[in-house]
């Protein structure tokens, strides 16, 4: 579990400086302009380019519940609606992060000060952010050490925030549509996994009902889990 929003980047002299100007004028290139000069705020996209794909590009795609997408957190906005997520009983017994905000905070720092393996997101549902997505390379995670994994495995760890959201079917259909993005837009993953407590029934029935298969049950630090594995090759047959 993790998550990620930029620090302030420091790269040496402004662009736009008179010294700046003459070294590009020496030297022969053409001086950057607004367009063209690196916005800092697109570095996470770059970061995510080469592990995940980019998740913040993967558009939308239509549920029974709506349109749903995406979109990677920014801690500055997220942080009040996501610690009460975490606050919520139902969601503090499995993801143990209830508490202050600097709990939840630092849970996301983890993952936006990591090289990209993870990525937290908000799930929004018709433009409402009403669920919470972790998207990581399960083959570069600790947990291939306790399964075989496939290079591009990609895994998922989720959360529907709102309890007025959950037992009525909507977790199968947004972890299927969460799926299909992944699938759709990451040619090289073959398949998703996801390692869900295995005394969170409803969590593991979600996921069988949404095409994963229970490939085994694993002993990881924190829980007992059950294996889940949605095949690229099965996608359009379960």
């Not at 998703?192 to 990881?220: K, Q």
Request: charge should be negative; include cysteine.
């Amino acid at each position: 579990m993790r998550l990620t929003d930029t620090a302030a980047v420091s790269a040496g002299p402004r662009l736009d400086t008179p010294r700046d100007v003459d070294a590009f004028d020496v030297l022969g290139l053409v001086q950057p302009t607004a367009a063209t000069r690196l916005n800092v705020g697109l570095l996470p996209l770059l970061a995510e380019a080469d592990l995940l794909d980019s998740p913040a590009t993967w558009g939308s795609v239509t549920t029974r519940a709506g349109a749903f997408r995406l979109e990677p957190v920014r801690p500055g906005r997220d942080l009040p609606l996501l610690t009460r997520w975490m606050n919520d009983p139902e969601v503090a017994a499995y993801w143990e992060l209830d508490g202050p905000a600097a709990v939840t905070a630092a849970h996301l720092r983890s993952q936006l000060d990591g090289d990209g393996e993870s990525i937290p997101c908000l799930g929004l549902l018709d433009g409402t952010p009403m669920s919470y997505w972790e998207i990581y390379r399960a083959d570069l995670d600790p947990l291939s050490r306790h399964y075989p994994a496939r290079p591009h495995d990609t895994g998922i760890h989720l959360l529907i925030g709102d309890g007025t959201n959950r037992g009525r079917g909507l977790g199968t259909a947004l972890l299927r549509a969460v799926t299909d993005l992944v699938l759709g837009n990451r040619p090289r993953c073959t398949r998703v996994v996801a390692e869900p407590d295995i005394r969170n029934t409803p969590s593991v029935s979600a996921f069988l009902s949404s095409g994963f298969r229970c490939h085994a049950e694993i002993d990881l630090p924190e829980k007992r889990a059950a294996l889940m594995v949605r095949e690229r090759a099965l996608r359009n047959l379960l």
